[in-house]
């Protein structure tokens, strides 16, 4: 299989820029960008750097529980909970990616290594996540059509926070500081979305019952095998605790992914969504991460998020490399790029829910 490489053709031109106060024609932002991608070969799948990455990650697991086995007796056993939260983000991050089809274009290939992944080595539902991440692609950051931003303990506008009260209301003028408490459920919070989800009178309409079942049947195997792995290899107080830190930290690792991508930036709403079109759409409402290996390993890619947002099905490893082109296209077209340092991009989205709570302290 063909793989692009540092070593492709030099990236075409960009396209040139408009006149002042002149507008592109709707649709023809995008189109230059994607021809040019597509010339590059950054579409074309890595099948093996992934098969590479995937097993890999498969005999670090197997390493981590072998080792449990050995020392699950004594209390030294919960300094292998963080490496295995680690190796938890890292499955994470492939079920990320094959619900993009970036490994493979083969829909049931890519079906079963999320199922694997995401079912059964974590205890998520693909096809819930898959339902919430892809309208969330549609529409980052939008109000009213993102539910990654819809209100719930957090909330993302001032307009959200307005009548929050009791417990809500003081999470709400607080929420800064406690987003990444609060990222430590995160690891728990998705297992149980996720049940609720398969399990629910709703899942029926969205989903066949032969896929509900395979995925009902992979969530109980995912929990029984992790409760039998605890309780075989370790006491019940050291297995407790195990969980305890194994999913904070998965959770905490998952929310550092993921915190820096839109918070604090633009939020479209109808109006704005109709005058942007696709290439602003997702360029405006992302925020990159500057970096160099260890930051794209720690961050799944997700720190190319713009890039990633315009061409989603775009293998990981070819994101970096389709970098210099989209931000040469933004800047011939005059769209914000925005990309800053990892501790930077905290600051600033911690900022923005500071400064949604704002309404919440004044009336306090």
Same mark, same amino acid.
């Given at each position: ?26 649709? %023809? ?22 098969? /590479? ?34 190796? %938890?983000? /890292? ?11 970036? #490994? ?140 305890? #830190? ?8 998952? *929310? ?84 800053? *340092? ?18 919440? /302290?004044?009336?306090?």
């Amino acid at each position: 299989m063909p793989q692009a490489t540092a070593t492709l053709a030099a990236p075409a031109p960009p396209a040139p820029a408009p006149a002042p106060g002149v507008r592109p024609a709707a649709g %023809s932002d995008f189109a230059p960008l994607l021809r040019t991608v597509k010339e590059q070969g950054l579409l074309q799948r890595r099948c093996g750097w992934y098969a /590479r990455g995937i097993t890999v990650n498969l005999f670090a697991l197997a390493a981590v529980i072998t080792g449990m086995a050995l020392t699950g007796g004594s209390w030294w056993v919960l300094l292998l909970a963080p490496l295995l939260a680690v190796l %938890s983000a /890292r499955t994470a991050f492939v079920g990320h990616d094959a619900g993009h089809a970036q #490994i493979t274009g083969d829909r049931r290939k890519s079906r079963i290594i999320q199922l694997v992944h995401a079912n059964l080595l974590l205890g998520m539902s693909q096809e819930w996540w898959n339902d919430k991440h892809n309208r969330h692609h549609a529409n980052p950051n939008h109000i009213e059509k993102d539910p990654d931003v819809a209100a719930d303990i957090l909330v993302f506008t001032q307009k959200q926070a307005v009548g929050r009260a009791g417990l809500r209301g003081w999470l709400t003028r607080h929420q800064a500081w406690l987003f990444f408490p609060l990222t430590t459920l995160e690891g728990i919070a998705l297992k149980v979305y996720g049940f609720q989800a398969v399990f629910s009178k709703e899942a029926g309409a969205r989903q066949t019952t032969r896929s509900r079942a395979v995925e009902g049947l992979l969530l109980l195997a995912h929990v029984a095998a992790y409760a039998t792995l605890l309780l075989t290899t370790m006491p019940p107080a050291h297995a407790l605790v195990f969980a305890l #830190i194994h999913q904070m930290l998965l959770g905490l690792h998952l *929310g550092m992914a993921f915190a820096p991508n839109h918070k604090g930036m633009e939020m479209p709403d109808e109006e704005s969504e109709e005058r942007w079109g696709h290439l602003r759409r997702q360029v405006l409402t992302s925020r990159n991460i500057r970096g160099g290996l260890v930051t794209d390993w720690f961050l799944g890619g997700l720190n190319y998020q713009i890039e990633h947002h315009l061409f989603p099905s775009m293998p990981r490893p070819h994101l970096r490399l389709a970098q210099p082109l989209v931000r040469a296209h933004c800047r011939s077209l005059g769209v914000a790029y925005t990309e800053t *340092g990892l501790m930077d991009s905290y600051r600033q989205a911690l900022t923005h829910m500071h400064e949604v709570g704002e309404p919440l /302290r004044t009336a306090a």
